[in-house]
């Protein structure tokens, strides 16, 4: 988490300048100067109230999280953007910074939820996630951030966070990358593939569930004859591949009644997506060995036993549990379902930013407006591509952040249930790959997924 915010927040450098250059806003000479760090000639922003410069009086914003380490710049990009928030602070006169609020992960949604109650005479905006962010809204705990004078068709808002829950929720920077295919070259080539087929597939939107179900049938034989397959193309992490599999055909965990109350999902869709998975777990995923560990379809990737494995990016970071294996490897989005809308892409679960309801209206705004302020892109970082260099060096081939993660930036999609405390797909997912029923096995967990939703609307 500590890793997903500060991406975020360095991505507030490197996103387009967006609507500077358009009707009413600085001309490109003063672009141009404070791209070299002369913001003297830009246009400032006027109250609508007033019809003034801002000037908040001095108000101090601090942005509060769990994790926040205060360092020195480290390069000229953190400098420009410190220079730039200095200069920002100095004209419309207020003060803004992120701080670590010294209370830990663990007790963070309680310890929040309890200011937000009782309120302080501070100017605070919370770091949030899905432990408390619906649970709040529906609490009235989070001011609407909506009638504050923000520009919210800006390039630096992250849309997902944003519509979680419209109005309230919001954050800046790129989505994080999450769910995904990673596939096995040598395997795909030794059985008479293409080792880039499953890229090839997705580039010409061809990357389908039927494709991959071809592949994998290609893939899981009796290579020594003897009448017992002993060659399996997935190694399958179970809830991963269950969800992804129900967005990808146009359904969801859960969905919204005409009055906007969370409700259980239970489409043709969704439950379409369970059989298929299913039926993919039991046809072609490698079981487990007597004894092993829960993770054990992780090893046999990596070890090169099979073909497929899904999960989520992070598995390819840095250090990660892709970065020494032995094969070469490359990773697509998850394939798209028949009923989908035929876009490829990835669930967020970025953390999200609110505002206290408890400080009023007025108030909210003025603190909604400093932040929108300060997170500002600094002039000058205006390359939409800069956030694939972070990226780059965490695969074996540029396809995976040039196509795959291009699709999971451009289709960062929100879901709802993520947001719910308690709710727990997981155990359907365990029980229906090891070849469940998938009606008995979703009625019998039904009463458990409704209780969740029953709870955070007591």
């Not at 290609?218 to 290579?223: G, Q, R, V």
């Amino acid at each position: 988490m500590k890793k997903i915010m500060l991406v975020a927040l360095s991505a507030v450098l490197v996103l387009a300048l967006a609507g500077c250059n358009k009707k009413g806003g600085s001309s490109q000479k003063a672009l141009e100067a404070a791209a070299n760090g002369d913001y003297s000639k830009l246009k400032v922003e006027k109250d609508p109230a007033t019809k003034k410069a801002y000037d908040f009086g001095g108000m101090e914003v601090k942005v509060l999280n769990w994790w926040y380490n205060d360092a020195p710049p480290a390069n000229k990009a953190q400098e420009d953007q410190a220079a730039y928030r200095e200069y920002l602070e100095k004209t419309y006169n207020f003060k803004c910074n992120e701080a670590n609020w010294q209370v830990g992960w663990g007790d963070w949604p309680a310890e929040v939820n309890n200011y937000c109650i009782t309120g302080g005479d501070e100017a605070y905006v919370f770091i949030v996630d899905g432990r408390s962010a619906m649970s709040g809204y529906v609490n009235g705990l989070w001011a609407d951030v909506s009638k504050a004078d923000v520009d919210w068709t800006k390039a630096k808002w992250n849309k997902a966070p944003c519509s979680a829950i419209p109005g309230y929720t919001f954050n800046v920077g790129n989505p994080e990358p999450r769910q995904c295919m990673f596939f096995n070259k040598r395997i795909l080539k030794e059985n008479g593939f293409d080792p880039d087929e499953p890229y090839n597939l997705q580039a010409k939107g061809e990357w389908t569930w039927d494709a991959f179900d071809k592949m994998c049938a290609a893939l899981t034989k009796d290579t020594d004859n003897d009448g017992i397959i002993d060659q399996y193309a997935m190694s399958g992490y179970h809830y991963q591949f269950a969800i992804a599999a129900i967005f990808s055909n146009g359904g969801s965990e859960t969905t919204k009644d005409a009055s906007g109350k969370i409700i259980l999902n239970e489409s043709d869709n969704t439950m379409e997506a369970w059989e298929w998975t299913r039926d993919m777990f039991v046809k072609y995923n490698k079981p487990a060995e007597e004894g092993a560990n829960w993770d054990y379809f992780m090893a046999d990737f990596k070890n090169g036993f099979t073909a497929f494995y899904n999960n989520q990016e992070y598995d390819a970071q840095g250090n990660g549990m892709l970065a020494d294996m032995k094969d070469d490897w490359g990773m697509v989005c998850f394939p798209l379902g028949p009923h989908g809308d035929g876009k490829y892409f990835t669930l967020n679960q970025d953390n999200m930013l609110i505002i206290p309801s408890i400080y009023g209206q007025e108030k909210a705004n003025k603190i909604m407006k400093i932040y929108d302020l300060w997170s500002d892109t600094v002039p000058g970082y205006d390359d939409a591509d800069s956030w694939k260099e972070y990226y780059y060096a965490s695969f074996r081939d540029t396809r995976a952040v040039d196509e795959t993660m291009q699709h999971m930036m451009d289709n960062s999609v929100p879901y709802d249930s993520w947001l719910i405390p308690n709710f727990n797909y997981a155990p359907i997912a365990w029980s229906v790959c090891a070849g469940a029923d998938v009606a008995s096995t979703y009625e019998s967990n039904r009463p458990v997924l409704q209780a969740a939703i029953d709870d955070l609307y007591k």
